[in-house]
């Protein structure tokens, strides 16, 4: 099962990449990067994306139980708390 159009996007985004850097890393046109995230690409195509995301830490969920897709990041450990904590920190140490 492939992921929605919708789905590709949010894992582009989770990563903080454009489809320019996508498609750099991934080998996959940037024009044809924007047809799959509009629901145009072919099937190869999108598998191939799905992949380039899981190697970069991307887990995507299948819906069960009546939930719907979903996205999680292995390199996204903190919560925002510790984040802005970590901010905080670095800021005084460089100031």
Do not use: C
């Not at 072919?42 to 970069?56: A, P, Q, W």
């Amino acid at each position: 099962m492939r992921p929605p159009s919708k789905i590709l996007i949010a894992a582009r985004v989770l990563l903080g990449r454009t489809q320019a850097e996508v498609a750099k890393e991934s080998g996959i046109g940037a024009r044809t990067i924007f047809k799959v995230e509009h629901g145009a690409g072919d099937v190869v195509t999108v598998e191939k994306l799905v992949r380039h995301y899981e190697e970069n830490g991307i887990e995507f969920s299948f819906p069960t139980g009546g939930k719907g897709w979903g996205l999680s990041s292995l390199h996204l450990l903190e919560s925002f708390d510790q984040e802005r904590y970590r901010h905080r920190s670095s800021k005084s140490v460089s100031a």
